[in-house]
Structures are given as C-alpha cells and as structure tokens.
C-alpha cells in the first residue's frame, strides 16, 4: 500500500476495459490504442449506426484534480467548436464505475506527424493546403474564444473526405485554454513527463516562459509546424528542454537558403513561415484568419492546381465563421444581409499592413494591427460579436497577392454592439392583397393605406410620419392597432431598430391576431432583435412565425417567404453556409413564382451574394449583388440607402478579389449616399469610413487612411462610448497607422 523507496501511499491502479454496451447508447467493437492516460475505443451509435471513437481516462487518472481537468477541458473546448476541420465532439459522460469517456468522431487516416515519419518533409504545394485548413479551424476556435496550445504535427490527422486526400482533422484540445472562462487555468502547468515535454518543440516563447497566451500562441506553433513539415526538421535542434525553451525564447531559427535543401521553396512561403514564427507576438500575423488568407493567397497565385478542390474551404459548421460570438480579431467572417456586407468587411478594423523588412512581414489584415492587439490585450477583444454584420474583409498584401479574411463574427464583426446596417426595405407581401391573398394590415385605412404605399416606395420617413399618427398612442387611444406593425417596420428600415422592437412589441400586446398579420410582426421583430445582436430571440421568432407560415397557400407563402429569409440570415450567421443557401433559395423561389415584392427580392439576393461570396463563388456572388443594385435603383432612385448597402456590397467584393480602383468608388458611393440620407454622425456612415480607411491603408494612401479612422473613431467614440469593442478596433488601427506615420 505504500512505496518502498520513500513511503508514499500508492494508489490502486486497475486495468480499465470498456466492454459491451455503454450508456445504453454506444456498443464497444475494439481497442484502437491507449497509454497512461487513457484508452480510444472504436464504437457504434446503436441507433445511428454510426462508427464513433470513445476516449476514456484510466480510473488511476481520475484522482489527478490535473488529469481530470485536462480530460473535461477536451470535452468543453470541442463542445463549444463546430468547424469541418476540427475533430467533433459528441458526448461526454462518466460510466457507473466512474471511468469518464468522451466520444468523438471516429478518423480513418494518420497523422501528420506518421506522414512526416515516413517521407520526411511534404512539397511545399500539398503542405500549404493541408496548413489553410489548419488556419481556417484555428481561426474558428480562436472566435469561439479557445487557444489549443498544444498544435504539432501528431495533432493533425489527414483523412480521405470525398474523395479528397489531405483532409485536415484537428484533434486533441485536451490543454486548450478557453479564454475568460479558466483564469485559474492549471492545465497549462502541466509537467508531468509526457506533458509538458510532448510538445516543448512547437510552444511558443510566451508559452515556454509561462505568460498569458492567446491566439498568437498558437500562430507560433503553426509556423513551427509548417517549418518541420516544409525543410524536414524543426526550427530548433536542442539537446534537452531547457536548451529548447532557451531556444524559442532567444534565438531565430535557420533561414530555408542555410538549411541547403536541394530543393526549392517559394520565398513568398518562407516569409509566411518565418513571419508566424516572430518571437513579439505584436510582430506575428495577428489572426489565424489573416494566416489562412495569406496561404489562399498564395495558392491561387500559383494557379489553378495549386487552388482547387484539394484545398478544401470550410464552409460547415457554425464556426465558421456570423453572427459571430467575440472572436479574435480577424474573421472569416459574420452575416449581415448583404446591407453591411461590405461595411463589416472592412468595417471591423480590418488594416492592411504595410510590408516591413522584417522576414515574411505582409499585411496585417484580419481585423486588427500589430499595435490593435498590443492595445487590446487578447486576440479575441479585437474580434467580433454576434451581429448581422457580416465579417470584415481584409487584405494582407503579400507581393501581389490579396488575402482576405471575412470576419463575420462581424465585430462579430463589428463588435457585437454595432447595429446591422441593412436595407431590408419591403416585406415580401407587397403583392399579396393584389393576388387574392390576406389583405396587408390596416390596407383598408386611407391614411395607413397612403403610408403602405409610400413604404413601399422607400419612403420610410414620410410612410413613418402617418402610421405614427395612425396609431394608439396616450393622446390617441383608439388609434389603429395595425398602424403599429408598420410604424414598427418603418423604424426597421430607418435603422432605429430598439424603437422598433418596442413599438412591434406593443402591436403585440394590443392586437388579436394570431395568422398571417402575427407572423408579419413576427418577422419585423426578429428584424429589429437582430440587428442588435439579440441572436436568440430573433430566432426564437422566426421559429415562432415558422410555425404559421409553413402552412400557409397561394399568395399568403410571400409571408413564409419573409420568414425563410430570415432563418436564412440566421444560418448565414451562424456560418451554417448550405443551410443558409436552401433557405435563401426557396424564399426566392416563392417569391418570383407569386410575383413578389422586387425590393424583398434584392434583400433575397442580397443575401445569396454573401454566401456565394463566403463560399468564394466570386462571379455568382457579383451576379446576385449586381441584379439587387439594379432592383434597388429601379424602385429606390440613386439616392437611397438601399443603393449604399448594394454599392457597399459590391465594394467588399471588388476589395476581396483586389479590385481596388473599383472597391473605392463604390464605397465612395455608398458613403456620399449615407451621410446624405444619414447625416455624419451614424454609425453606418462611420463604417464605410473606417471601410475607406483599411482599403487607403492597403493603398498606402496614409493620409486619407487617417482621416478616414479618424471620422470613424470620432463617430463611434460619440454614439457608443470609449470601451465599446468597435471603438476600440478604430482607435488601435489609427493609432498604429499614425505611429508608422510618425516613425517616417
């Protein structure tokens, strides 16, 4: 019972074995491997049928407060990711003997690392495909707020995936730190043999020295990662731990030319490596996104081949990036409707750095600078929160490459507290009455009747001023209930979204109707709600409305339509790409086979285009945008802010594919169009400013980039506080431009 060397009090180690049925829900086929701490069995789903991987803790483990934390912290931090590139999560449980398990999906393939062991290095082509799909699911968890701190080459499996070799599968989040929520975090004090010492080769400098990590950390690990798999041995050759941590904190590893290779490797390439590897993590790449848009970048560049169906984009999954939870900076990106498609691209502090001397130096273009993250603190402050705001686009000019990142979780994006600057002007039930279908609200009032076609017609101020004086009010008690729904609208299309939701709220309470009328409320108010970021109750709306409109015939389907656009924007958000694309579709199909609205129809098409756009079918993305401009100007005039959110639209792409010249007069457009129908000081308006400032940024216009942070800063300091997480991208991407400006 105690050892009898030094007298410690053993504990009982038994030789777990999962066997049978477990759970009640999974049935063990076999032992796939094991080790001190645990076993991975292969089982099957007893009512899907389904091969699943089951990872159990030995019962010996379970009395270690450290090993148990591990296990859990593998089980929270894949339960808060949904990305196609990240090994799944789908239970986690303990057995009545009390032997925890996870279970995950089950992987055929091997490892890097084996990968590496039998050829010694990969050509550079494959490795950098296999890379952007190690950014992109990094990026996704660094939005969902977790660091994995443990990346190297043994942690990324390569799978087959329809008929797709080189299918990257991230696995082992067992000491990821999932920020804010573990400040007394012990996992990443862990130096047991086996632990600490499984990985010292890939830890970055502030890991080796015990500082505060965020997703910068695991940058570093990645241009390590990329550094073995690229020349065939590790940045560092170390003789024991210490000399290794010496190493990384110290000194720079051999450049690829003093390696002598004997073979070639792309110059552009060793400055992306050597660039994730700076020892200042305000130095590095700032996002994962901004690595991943740079590997895309260069891919595409060397053609066709090196960019095509083997570089899978991930585009499943909720991680993918809007409506985006904070994030770190950069983001692949968030969904607004097409409205602040482009805002949000460039709005949420994405800075195109100017290329420095330093090796592999390219813009800084995922959402924030060096010196925004130096401001911030962490990675994910400079991303963004749940909006519709649809991610911002940056660039990182890498030679003549033009990297982009989508953050979608738009400040989230922009920042969560930004409002989703959209035009979603008419409702998709403009022509029902006309076709035999329920009769719009209040149509039967002359005066809300006038208001009904005016708002139509996108005049929302003058359609507001009479459904205000239609409506019950404490002067005029028995005013028109119906009038509400569209002062409510009305105020949706204003952008004065909390009016609305109240207003929509006391139609609500007042009216009687639980069909057609209610679901169009319905649908307003998960409008207003989400646009402010109130993700949850906007769906649970629509969800709410679904549940009348599903049922609804003939012309009455426009309603449906409208509430199918809006679980599209939803999906859109939630970077659920597919769903988002059937959703969108089938509103579109019912709207052009009951002859709808043309004006919801452009809010359709919209939102089509950002898909298309996040999916990087670049021409279908132009084809829908282009369709919604011409819509917009055809019943809106030139004028409108439906035409700015359709010009912003095609800015964003025009900046994405490195359209530059055509990017700035579209948002030049866009932002004459806003400030006239707007007024300076509206956050809208200070989105495409901050917009201009990244693309003049990206220009090397320095100047005009200032002034253009600097009207935007002005603007969000005003209307949302100094600690707002908008303002506070603004101020960091002018600061930093200013610095340099001054260092010149």
Same mark, same amino acid.
């Given at each position: ?13 038994r ?6 049925v ?6 063990i086929?076999?032992?796939l ?14 009512l ?5 991987a089951i ?10 407060g450290?090993?148990?934390k ?7 931090? +894949? ?9 799944d ?7 009545p ?6 279970v995950m ?7 890097l690392?084996d990968?590496? !062991?039998?050829g010694?290095y990969?050509e ?10 190690v ?12 660091v994995?701190?443990? #990346?190297?080459?043994g942690n990324?499996?390569l799978i087959?995936?329809d ?5 990257v ?9 999932i920020?804010k ?13 086996g ?8 830890m ?8 505060d ?5 695991d940058?570093?690990s ?26 990384h ?9 003093? #390696? ?6 792309s !110059? ?8 994730? #590897?700076?020892?200042?993590p ?7 996104t ?16 090196a960019?095509?169906?083997s ?8 991680? !993918? ?16 409707p ?6 949000v ?57 033009v990297?982009?990142?989508f953050?979608l979780?738009?400040?989230?994006e ?7 600057q959209?035009?979603?002007t008419?409702?998709?039930t ?7 279908g ?31 004086n ?9 005013g ?73 015939k003939?012309?009455d ?8 656009l ?9 970077k ?5 694309? +059937? ?6 199909s019912?709207n052009?086979q ?20 996040f999916?990087?079918?670049?021409n ?16 809106? +005039? ?8 359709s #010009? ?7 900046f ?23 007024g300076?000081s509206?956050?809208?308006?200070a ?8 693309l ?19 603007t969000?300091?005003?209307l949302l506080?100094?600690?707002?997480q ?7 991407e002018?600061?930093s ?6 260092r010149?």
């Open positions: 019972m105690t050892c009898s060397e030094d007298g410690t009090t053993l504990t009982l180690i030789k777990d074995s999962l066997s049978g477990v759970e009640d829900k999974y049935i086929t076999g032992a491997g094991g080790g001190g701490w645990g076993t991975v069995y292969k089982a099957e789903h007893i899907l049928k389904r091969p699943v990872k159990t803790l030995h019962q010996h483990m379970v009395a270690s450290t090993a148990l591990r296990f859990k912290q593998e089980a929270l931090a +894949g339960s808060k990711l949904d990305h196609p590139h990240i090994l999560v789908q239970d986690f449980g303990i057995t003997d009390g032997t925890p398990y996870i999906d089950f992987l055929e393939g091997k490892s690392a990968t590496l !062991q039998a010694g990969l550079q082509q494959r490795a950098m495909k296999i890379f952007a799909q950014s992109s699911a990094l990026a996704h968890a660094h939005r969902h707020g977790v994995h701190r443990d #990346l190297k080459p990324i499996m087959e995936h008929g797709v070799p080189d299918y599968k991230i696995v082992d989040f067992g000491i990821a730190k920020l929520d573990d400040e007394n975090d012990t996992a990443s004090q862990l130096t047991e043999t632990q600490l010492f499984g990985s010292p080769l890939y970055s400098p502030e890991q080796c020295t015990g500082r990590l965020d997703g910068r950390s940058i570093y990645l241009g390590c990662v990329m550094y073995r798999t690229l020349t065939g041995q590790p940045p560092f050759l170390v003789r024991d731990l210490p000399d290794c941590i010496y190493k904190v110290n000194e720079t590893p051999p450049d690829f030319v003093s #390696l002598a290779l004997g073979r070639e490797i !110059q552009v390439v060793e400055q992306i490596v050597f660039k994730t #590897l700076e020892k200042d305000l130095n590095r790449y700032q996002t994962m901004e690595v991943e848009e740079t590997i895309r970048g260069w891919l595409a560049a060397e053609g066709p081949s960019s095509g169906a570089v899978p984009a991930a585009t499943g999954g909720q991680g !993918q990036e809007y409506w985006a939870s904070p994030t770190t900076t950069g983001n692949t990106t968030q969904p607004i097409a409205s602040t498609v482009a805002t691209k460039l709005a949420a502090g994405a800075a195109a750095e100017e290329a420095t001397s330093a090796p592999g130096s390219t813009a800084s273009s995922a959402g924030q600078s060096s010196t925004q993250l130096a401001a911030t603190g962490t990675a994910e402050e400079a991303s963004l929160p749940p909006t519709w705001l649809i991610g911002v686009l940056v660039a990182s000019a890498l030679v003549v490459l990297p982009l990142c953050m979780s738009k400040s989230s922009l920042l969560g507290k930004s409002p989703k959209q035009t979603h008419a409702t998709a403009t022509t029902a009455n006309a076709q035999g329920t009769a719009e609200p209040g149509s039967e009032d002359p005066s809300i009747g006038q208001g009904i076609e005016l708002f139509h017609r996108g005049k929302y101020d003058e359609a507001l001023r009479l459904f205000a239609a409506a019950p009010t404490s002067s005029n008690p028995k028109n209930v119906e009038a509400l729904l569209w002062e409510g609208k009305a105020l949706n299309s204003l952008y004065r979204y909390s009016e609305a939701k109240q207003i929509l709220l006391d139609y609500m309470k007042k009216s009687d109707d639980i069909g057609v009328n209610a679901a169009r409320a319905l649908n307003a108010l998960a409008r207003s709600c989400a646009s402010m970021g109130q993700t949850d109750e906007a769906q649970g709306y629509l969800h709410r409305a679904e549940g009348v409109t599903s049922t609804l003939g012309p389907r426009l309603v449906h339509a409208a509430t199918l809006g679980l599209g924007e939803v999906a859109l958000g939630q659920k790409y597919t769903k988002a694309k +059937g959703l969108l579709q089938e509103s579109l019912i052009q009951y002859s709808g609205s043309e004006l919801e129809k452009a809010n359709i098409l919209s939102d089509l285009g950002e898909v298309h756009q999916l990087k079918e670049f279908d993305a132009r084809k829908c945008y282009t369709t919604a401009l011409q819509i917009r100007q055809k019943w809106l +005039g030139l004028s409108s802010p439906g035409m700015a959110n #010009l912003m639209c095609l800015g964003s792409l025009d994405q594919q490195n359209k530059l010249a055509e990017s700035e007069k579209h948002f030049q457009q866009a932002l004459s169009i806003d400030r006239q129908n707007l300076e509206n956050l809208e308006v989105m495409i400013e901050h917009c201009l400032g990244v003049y940024q990206r220009q090397k216009n320095y100047q005009e980039a200032l002034e253009y942070f600097y009207k935007a800063l002005m969000r300091t005003t506080g100094d600690n707002d908008t303002v506070r991208i603004t101020r960091n002018y600061t431009l200013l610095a340099r400006a001054h010149r």
